[in-house]
């Protein structure tokens, strides 16, 4: 594993970085918005090795972690639904399915970060 500077636990769930090593992109693709094949990962880290799916099902884990991020993103459309009375619910429901399609990738990519980051050691 070749050394470099280290970063930390928090940016590395956000920039998506192997757990172990924090150095190594966990998904084919970079960033936070891909929408095509948004789950395409490496199967492990071609620095330090560390296997990303430690067990089958591993990562159905992450619906967990990535259930707070739908909250936070859904949140608003449904309070603006129940307090506003010119607004039509099926249209803040409308708004609501467009939220979570564009924010899709986001919420599907770092939950898969922070389980992997939960359960896999930092090696440094």
């Not at 693709?29 to 799916?53: A, T, W």
């Not at 991020?69 to 506003?84: C, M, R």
């Not at 898969?112 to 896999?120: D, L």
Request: charged content about 15%; overall charge positive.
């Amino acid at each position: 594993m070749k050394k470099s500077k280290q970063i930390g636990f928090y940016r590395s769930i956000l920039t998506l970085k192997c757990p172990s090593c924090r150095q190594e992109n966990m998904f084919k693709k970079r960033g936070l918005f891909v929408y095509h094949n948004p789950l395409d990962m490496h199967e492990n880290c071609s620095q330090c090795g560390q296997k990303y799916e430690i067990e089958p099902g591993f990562w159905i884990g992450a619906l967990w972690a990535s259930y707070p991020i739908v909250v936070i993103i859904e949140t608003p459309f449904l309070f603006t639904a129940i307090a506003s009375e010119s607004l039509n619910v099926w249209y803040t429901y409308g708004l609501m399915i467009l939220a979570f399609g564009v924010f899709f990738p986001l919420m599907v990519r770092l939950g898969r970060s922070i389980w992997a980051h939960i359960f896999i050691k930092f090696r440094g």
